[in-house]
């Protein structure tokens, strides 16, 4: 699966950016997508995820009520929608892919080691 994502870009605190990822090969219903955010000198951070069938979706706290995830059967496309930005969103957001597994949980989901496709990243700048 390769996976390539846009959408980023500079926006002010208050704003939104809608981010999408675009995957081509074979996605199956089964496959888990998610997206993670990175900051120089830290490790890559959960931000949502969501399986191929659209359910269910996962939100880090620091996205619960702004950020909303979705994806396109049609467009082979997932999308992260961004509300109310903050400058602590800062950071490159890489989508993100996997088989998903039956006893998927919010904690397996957060786990970036855990899949096996990444985007090359989009970076998402908010000013205060």
């Known amino acids: 699966v390769q996976l390539v994502e846009s959408g980023g870009g500079l926006v002010q605190a208050g704003g939104s950016l809608s981010l999408s990822c675009a995957a081509s090969?074979?996605?199956?219903?089964?496959?888990?997508m998610a997206w993670f955010r990175q900051t120089p000198g830290k490790e890559r951070e959960f931000v949502s995820g969501i399986r191929w069938s659209g359910t269910p979706t996962y939100y880090a706290e620091s996205a619960k009520g702004r950020f909303t995830i979705s994806r396109d059967n049609a467009k082979n496309t997932v999308y992260l929608q961004m509300n109310s930005l903050k400058p602590e969103d800062t950071g490159v957001y890489y989508c993100?892919?996997?088989?998903?597994?039956?006893?998927?949980?919010?904690?397996?989901?957060?786990?970036?080691?855990?899949?096996?496709?990444w985007g090359q990243g989009t970076q998402v700048t908010v000013s205060s």
């Open positions: 090969g074979r996605i199956l219903s089964t496959y888990a």
């Open positions: 993100a892919a996997r088989l998903a597994a039956p006893a998927d949980t919010i904690v397996i989901f957060a786990n970036y080691k855990t899949y096996t496709s």
